[in-house]
């Protein structure tokens, strides 16, 4: 494989960072993933940690170095974050569990495979143009399909915030899949929390992403997001890759060709390295123990 990758979670005007991002490849096989948590102080935190150090563990366990399913590896590690919050609310006693959105996507063969829950997105971009997004789980979703409310209101409408459907919460989430889609030569694919996507267009993002190469468009779309949102500028966190562009050599490219046959390579957010202004260094270092006893319990023994 052959692609150029970029990451980056900013706090924006809020005092933590709730945001986490990550991804994994091995030779034959990319996972990137996204979450906002929800929750208030320290669990949202937990909430995203949780599902994106999840996802990112079951795949580096089961990608040897490709998937058998994408779609069902998705599908079932998804849910299985959602298992761990309900285990760690229960563990401290929680009157309700941590939740989080999230986005991830599995491309290997040439074919992306995506799924959600919430409203982190994920746009798939091809000559300029959205080719395809995600639907967002969320009250004013359902009005913008209902014709009540337009596209681009979303950002200011009161109900913004109200997410239906999200990992963690009391109800089973209803995680949504994508079809199978065939990547071509510099299709580019972002997945991006609502910090990101609210205060921008998808003209402004597509046309950005026109002018510069992938490593210069992302940080300037953060820019234009965080300047647009101002001081209430929600957390902003986006995970792009550009599929074997056509100039070869760009910064932040990535060749697997010689990545071992059971090689795997990991950019996953550090919940001790993470902005968390607002906690203690003891609150930090209990969650991180939290963190791992909750995903323990959904990773298979070793024999």
């Known amino acids: 494989m052959r692609f150029s990758i970029f990451q980056d979670s900013r706090k924006g005007g809020r005092r933590s960072n709730e945001d986490r991002t990550s991804y994994a490849y091995t030779r034959d096989a990319l996972l990137m993933v996204i979450a906002d948590g929800m929750g208030?102080?320290?669990?949202?935190?937990?909430?995203?940690?949780?599902?994106?150090?999840?996802l990112t563990e079951a795949f580096q366990r089961e990608a040897k170095p490709t998937l058998p399913d994408p779609a069902v590896f998705l599908q079932k590690s998804i849910l299985d974050a959602h298992f761990a919050l309900i285990d760690y609310a229960k563990a401290r006693?929680?009157?309700?569990?941590?939740?989080?959105?999230?986005?991830?996507?599995?491309?290997?063969?040439?074919?992306?495979?995506?799924?959600h829950a919430g409203d982190s997105r994920l746009y798939h971009v091809r000559e300029g143009r959205i080719n395809a997004q995600t639907r967002d789980h969320s009250r004013v979703q359902m009005l913008v399909d209902q014709g009540r409310v337009r596209e681009e209101a979303v950002q200011a409408h009161p109900d913004r915030n109200k997410i239906f459907n999200c990992v963690g919460a009391s109800a089973r989430p209803q995680i949504e899949p994508s079809k199978p889609t065939p990547l071509r030569q510099d299709d580019t694919l972002i997945l991006c929390t609502d910090g990101f996507w609210g205060p921008l267009t998808g003209k402004l993002i597509t046309a950005v992403l026109m002018k510069r190469d992938l490593m210069k468009a992302i940080p300037e779309l953060l820019d234009l997001a965080e300047l647009r949102a101002g001081a209430d500028c929600d957390n902003l966190s986006a995970v792009a890759m550009n599929w074997e562009g056509a100039h070869k050599g760009p910064a932040g490219e990535v060749s697997t060709q010689t990545l071992a046959l059971d090689g795997i390579s990991t950019q996953l957010g550090d919940f001790s390295k993470a902005d968390n202004s607002d906690l203690s260094d003891e609150e930090i270092e209990r969650a991180i123990q939290e963190i791992r006893a909750a995903i323990r319990k959904h990773m298979p023994q070793k024999p």
């Open 40 to 54: 208030g102080h320290l669990h949202g935190e937990v909430a995203s940690q949780i599902a994106v150090q999840l």
């Open 93 to 115: 006693n929680l009157v309700e569990s941590p939740r989080t959105t999230c986005v991830a996507c599995v491309v290997q063969d040439a074919m992306a495979y995506w799924a």
